[in-house]
């Protein structure tokens, strides 16, 4: 019997531009939206060309940080060099290969839900940017990942996470929202990758409105607060556990 492993497009194409092409460019396949290119020179971008709230969020950290979904590592190398102790996570072998290469110190392949490792001690911070809250994928997840995300905080500690409000995308030219209130929620989205000719399978991808952010933190046990908000919707949050 022969086994067939999904292509990384995401770690090939960081690798390709790591090692020196720097045209390497990823195609963004959603069934929400038309194709984009993603150029992979995104995930590398220095501390002067993040956004603003990817900026505030690094000044915001503390403690020993998580980098959930970190990519290149691009947010972990500046944590690192502010004197941070991080560790990166990233599914995509790709990219874990890369950060090593690039100089994150401690990397890991695994996705959000997994546990600590028994020898592992909990963290002040996790980190989850470019709209990094999608990693839950769904509400189900998101519920599920801040019920897990105490196992992975210290008393006292924080998630920082971007999301999106993307009913934007279901206006009409009135502004009226064109929403199929029976489906499932607007910000439930499907994606896939496809780089050098190979597309890799379709995941979930959640963006969450902040209502219902504070409504599944509250849930959860959380206080959420909001640090800032662009002018495309996105907004960086601040989750703290309470008790």
Not at 145 to 166: E, K, M, N, V, Y
Not at 185 to 200: I, M, N, P, Q, W
Not at 226 to 240: I, K, M, N, P, S
Request: aromatic share 8%; hydrophobic share 40%.
């Amino acid at each position: 019997m022969t086994t067939t492993t999904a292509p990384d497009v995401l770690g090939q194409a960081l690798l390709a531009y790591h090692h020196g092409d720097a045209e390497a460019s990823l195609i963004v396949h959603c069934n929400v939206a038309d194709d984009e290119p993603l150029p992979a020179a995104y995930f590398f971008r220095t501390l002067l060309l993040m956004p603003e709230l990817e900026r505030l969020a690094l000044d915001e950290c503390r403690g020993r940080v998580l980098d959930l979904g970190a990519g290149a590592g691009c947010h972990s190398l500046e944590l690192q060099s502010r004197g941070f102790e991080v560790k990166a996570v990233d599914e995509s072998g790709g990219a874990a290969q890369v950060m090593t290469e690039r100089g994150v110190r401690t990397v890991a392949r695994h996705d959000i839900f997994d546990p600590l490792p028994a020898n592992e001690l909990p963290y002040d911070t996790i980190l989850l940017l470019m709209n990094g809250l999608g990693l839950t994928g769904t509400l189900e997840g998101l519920d599920r990942f801040l019920t897990h995300a105490r196992t992975l905080l210290a008393p006292g500690g924080q998630i920082l996470a971007t999301s999106s409000d993307i009913r934007y995308l279901y206006e009409d030219e009135d502004g009226a929202l064109m929403l199929n209130l029976n489906g499932p929620y607007y910000g439930e989205v499907d994606y896939s990758l496809s780089y050098a000719g190979k597309t890799g399978p379709s995941f979930p991808w959640l963006f969450v409105d902040a209502a219902l952010l504070n409504d599944a933190a509250e849930t959860a046990g959380f206080s959420a607060e909001f640090l800032g908000e662009d002018d495309d919707e996105q907004y960086l949050v601040r989750l703290t556990p309470l008790g």
